[in-house]
T-cell receptor
Framework: TQLLEQSPQFLSIQEGENLTVYCNSS?????LQWYRQEPGEGPVLLVT?????EVKKLKRLTFQFGDARKDSSLHITAAQPGDTGLYLC??????????FGTGTSLTVIP | KAGVTQTPRYLIKTRGQQVTLSCSPI?????VSWYQQTPGQGLQFLFE???????NKGNFPGRFSGRQFSNSRSEMNVSTLELGDSALYLC??????????????FGPGTRLTVL
């Protein structure tokens, strides 16, 4: 049983479209991270959100941490082919424990 | 600053053999974690080492073991390989500062294929 569930599992969209990926849990985390992973490589950290209700923007990417610190969302505006990859959320608990979500595979078609 | 390095990048073994994977963390990082990634199960935590001690352990059989050296480099060993052990094995290092803002930096992984 995964502690963090992501939806959708797969997403294929046209360049220029907007999308939102969700990361949900019934557990509380001290922080939540989002990673992007490309084939054959390790995940690369995109952002860490710490405070409930926190919103962080990274160019066309907007990350939000739920008020109760149990869930998060990633919104991409005007997706580009370079955004293609596997997006992973990870909840962090005290004691340096990381729990990864099930992953969302995004394909942006030119 | 050099990133996390893992060796080898690719490995092919047969059932019953054992394998050792190596990970060198970012300089100054004292925590090293290992993960197994498969298409069906996603990214699953194996164990974490800090200052040569195993601090956290995931739900994997005893065939999976690891260790960390005084220079923070880590090795992971899998004995009596099974077909289901085929996966991408990822190593991640982090500075252990505040637990609310720990950031993990991943290596490129070792792709293990068991035939």
């Amino acid at each position: 049983t995964q502690l963090l569930e992501q939806s959708p599992q797969f997403l294929s969209i046209q360049e220029g479209e907007n999308l939102t990926v969700y990361c949900n849990s019934s557990s509380v985390f001290s922080s939540l991270q989002w990673y992007r992973q490309e084939p054959g490589e390790g995940p690369v950290l995109l952002v860490t959100v710490v405070t409930g209700g926190e919103v962080k923007k990274l160019k066309r990417l907007t990350f939000q941490f739920g008020d109760a610190r149990k869930d998060s969302s990633l919104h991409i505006t005007a997706a580009q082919p370079g955004d293609t990859g596997l997006y992973l959320c990870a909840g962090v608990r005290t004691g340096n424990q990381f729990y990864f979500g099930t992953g969302t595979s995004l394909t942006v078609i030119p | 600053k050099a990133g996390v390095t893992q060796t080898p990048r690719y490995l092919i073994k047969t059932r019953g053999q054992q394998v050792t994977l190596s990970c060198s963390p970012i300089s100054g990082h004292r925590s090293v974690s290992w993960y197994q990634q498969t298409p069906g199960q996603g990214l699953q935590f194996l164990f974490e080492y800090f200052s040569e001690t195993q601090r956290n352990k995931g739900n994997f059989p005893g065939r999976f073991s690891g260790r960390q050296f005084s220079n923070s480099r880590s090795e992971m060993n899998v004995s009596t390989l099974e077909l289901g052990d085929s996966a991408l094995y990822l190593c991640a290092s982090s500075l252990v500062a505040s637990s609310t803002y720990n950031e993990q930096f991943f290596g490129p992984g070792t792709r293990l294929t068991v035939l």
